[in-house]
């Protein structure tokens, strides 16, 4: 198949958990035969931190004006055989028109935010990247959360397909590594600032630093505001390319998972990090949420601490070989069931569920 893809970043990872997760789905596409169109607005953001400018599974095309790239975009759009909008993409809007009203024969939205989609659809009826009206029109609502918002995309919203397509991991890319003394710690989290985030760092890694004086902890990510008080303990990093994913998750005894507050409330919304964690044998210690326990067996394959006590319990009295065994329980399973091949195949059996939707709507016609 060609697939046409029009999403916010592929290029810059910066800021952003669309990059890799569109990184690993591409890739595993390209490597089952599928030809891949990226395009994506050429943010000054991610043009000032682009760290793969040329990836090699898929023609990037960026642009800095829709209009002045539609007719490319119209000319790409003829021999596409499946066209995909991602939320969040700038020209969100204009595209999905443009994809609606083209002859391409599976159309479908990718919604890397859904619970944020959808509470902005049931106040609103609309996002900066979607309109209510497109929804009935999509022939696969594809959705990086699982559960009951599925139900509710095709009964309140009309959606035809909503299936969950998670995000992934390249097991070439995120694997175990040896130790790396630069990120050596006894607890990480890695993630761009977000403030209803923040209150959770600081029960779960910030208090415990406090009163772990001794302990190295980090926390990576960009957008953290200057007036945080970190501890003295607690070492920020700014940055970690994708390439030094691997690296960071394996030097760490154990790293934190933190969820956005709308992710919570739907549940069944695993972020990109803990497949990615877990891909490096990381044991994870995550806050809880709705769902959880069908991704991760807790206790075995994930900590699940109720307060930052537990924290500091697992740090002082849980030895290195016990926290070994969960993070490396974590990975088998994240590699039977979650690597970027898996989730090729599932897009492949929701575009080909549709097709035949779509052949037996216009025979019946």
Known sequence: ?????????????????????????????????????????????????????????????????????????????????????????????????????????????????????????????????????????????????GGPILKKLEEKFKVRLATPLYCSFDPEKYRRLPANAKFNCDLSYMGTYAPDRQPKIEELLCAPARRLPDRRFIVAGPQYPKSIAWPDNVERIKHVSPRHHAEFYGSCRLTLNVTRRDMVMAGFSPSVRLFEASACAATIVSDNWPGLDSFFIPGKEILLPASGDDVLRYISEYDTAYLRQIGLAAQARVMARHTSDARAREFERAVEIASQRNVTVETVS
């Open 1 to 145: 198949m060609k697939i046409t893809i029009f999403g916010l970043s592929i290029t810059s990872s910066w800021g952003n958990g669309h990059a890799t997760t569109f990184r690993a789905l591409c890739s595993a596409l390209y490597n089952r035969g599928h030809r891949i169109v990226f395009f994506e607005h050429d943010l000054e953001w991610y043009r000032n931190n682009r760290d793969l400018p040329e990836p090699a599974y898929c023609e990037t095309r960026l642009f800095e004006d829709w209009n002045k790239v539609l007719p490319e975009v119209r000319a790409e759009l003829k021999d596409t055989d499946v066209a995909v909008v991602g939320s969040y993409f700038p020209d969100g809007i204009a595209a999905l028109d443009e994809v609606l009203e083209s002859n391409v024969p599976v159309k479908a939205f990718y919604d890397i935010d859904t619970p944020i989609t959808v509470a902005a659809l049931e106040k609103q009826d609309r996002t900066d990247y979607l309109l209510k009206r497109h929804l009935a029109e999509l022939d696969v609502y594809f959705s990086f959360t």
